[in-house]
């Protein structure tokens, strides 16, 4: 769970929301420290493989209309591919550590 300004916000949702999009192979949501905010909630993306790449913003209007503002990402980073351990498991605490 990130708590974002007091807020809580959960990965899966989020995640959820932007696997909806055709541009969207995979994406992992982590909280980054934040001054204001406690954590900002960012997202991870591993663009799909002949789908014209979407951009940041695009990416967090998709959001707009599927989860509550407060939820959606601050930021998004676009990855080839995401960390996984050796069962196939999303390293998160890996991609905090890459983005923070």
Request: a negative charge; aromatic letters at 6%; proline letters at 8%.
């Amino acid at each position: 769970m990130i708590v974002s300004g007091g807020e809580n916000v959960y990965p899966a949702e989020v995640e959820s929301a932007l696997a909806e999009h055709p541009a969207v192979s995979e994406v992992a949501v982590v909280g980054i420290p934040h001054e204001k905010w406690g954590e900002a909630v960012t997202a991870v993306v591993v663009p799909r493989r002949g789908a014209d790449a979407p951009g940041e913003r695009e990416l967090i209007d998709f959001t707009r209309e599927r989860i509550a503002s407060y939820k959606k990402p601050h930021r998004v980073h676009f990855v080839d591919a995401l960390p996984r351990n050796p069962n196939g498991k999303v390293l998160k605490r890996e991609l905090r550590a890459d983005f923070t």
